[in-house]
C-alpha cells in the first residue's frame, strides 16, 4: 500500500542540520512518528516527498528555510514584561508554549533582566535548512474516526469515541 491521502503513515525519522547534527531522531523515542497524510500534518515539502512511498522505501528529503519553518524574522525578537513570566529562576534558552494569533507559538527567552526579558517567536528551526533521513514502516487506510480528527488516534480507540459525522 502506498502512501496517499487518507492514509495513515508510519516513520522513524533523522532530522539534521546543515552541521550535520541531529536534531530529533524518532528510534530515541518510545515510538515511531505516525501521522494523516494530506491533513497538514507534516509540513507540505515531505508530504510531497512522502506521496506514493510504500512501507520500506527510505528517503532523504532536505528543505530549506523557507520551505520548511521559515525565514528568521527579527522583529519577531522582542522585550516583554518580567512579570509575564512567573518562573522565578527563568534563563536564557528556555523555551515556553503561548498562545498566538495562528494558534500555539513557541517563545524563546533570549535575555532576562530584573524588569525585562527578551523573547524570541521565530520557530526554533527558522532560518535553517533541514534535512530528514526517512524510513517508511506501515502505510494503513485512516479510520473513520481519524479522518473526522485530523490525525491518527491511539489504537482501541473507536469511532463511536469520536463525534459522529460524515467524512468525505
Same mark, same amino acid.
Given at each position: #500500500?502506498?502512501?496517499?491521502?487518507?492514509?495513515?503513515?508510519?516513520?522513524?525519522?533523522?532530522?539534521t542540520?546543515?552541521?550535520?547534527?541531529?536534531?530529533?531522531d524518532?528510534?530515541?523515542?518510545?515510538?515511531?512518528?505516525?501521522?494523516l497524510?494530506?491533513?497538514?500534518?507534516?509540513?507540505?515539502?515531505l508530504?510531497?516527498?512522502?506521496?506514493?512511498?510504500?512501507?520500506?522505501?527510505?528517503?532523504?528529503?532536505?528543505l530549506?528555510?523557507?520551505?520548511a519553518y521559515?525565514?528568521?524574522?527579527?522583529?519577531?525578537?522582542?522585550?516583554?514584561?518580567r512579570?509575564?513570566?512567573?518562573?522565578?529562576?527563568?534563563?536564557?534558552? #528556555?523555551?515556553?508554549?503561548?498562545?498566538?494569533?495562528?494558534?500555539?507559538?513557541?517563545?524563546?527567552?533570549v535575555a532576562?533582566d530584573?524588569?525585562?526579558?527578551?523573547?524570541?517567536?521565530n520557530?526554533?528551526?527558522?532560518?535553517?535548512?533541514?534535512?530528514?533521513?526517512?524510513?517508511?514502516?506501515?502505510v494503513?487506510?485512516?479510520?473513520?474516526?481519524?479522518?473526522?480528527k485530523?490525525h491518527?488516534?491511539?489504537p482501541?480507540v473507536?469511532?463511536?469515541?469520536?463525534?459522529?459525522?460524515?467524512?468525505?
Amino acid at each position: #500500500m502506498n502512501i496517499t491521502s487518507q492514509h495513515v503513515a508510519t516513520l522513524h525519522f533523522v532530522l539534521t542540520n546543515t552541521d550535520d547534527e541531529a536534531l530529533d531522531d524518532s528510534r530515541q523515542r518510545a515510538e515511531p512518528l505516525e501521522y494523516l497524510h494530506g491533513h497538514d500534518n507534516l509540513l507540505p515539502g515531505l508530504e510531497r516527498a512522502l506521496e506514493g512511498r510504500q512501507p520500506g522505501e527510505q528517503l532523504s528529503v532536505t528543505l530549506v528555510a523557507a520551505d520548511a519553518y521559515g525565514e528568521r524574522d527579527e522583529a519577531l525578537v522582542r522585550q516583554v514584561g518580567r512579570q509575564s513570566f512567573p518562573v522565578p529562576d527563568l534563563e536564557p534558552g #528556555m523555551c515556553f508554549q503561548t498562545p498566538g494569533e495562528a494558534g500555539p507559538q513557541i517563545v524563546t527567552v533570549v535575555a532576562v533582566d530584573a524588569d525585562s526579558v527578551t523573547i524570541d517567536t521565530n520557530h526554533p528551526l527558522a532560518g535553517q535548512t533541514l534535512t530528514w533521513q526517512l524510513e517508511v514502516l506501515d502505510v494503513r487506510p485512516a479510520t473513520r474516526a481519524e479522518l473526522a480528527k485530523g490525525h491518527p488516534l491511539p489504537p482501541g480507540v473507536e469511532a463511536s469515541a469520536v463525534e459522529d459525522r460524515k467524512v468525505l
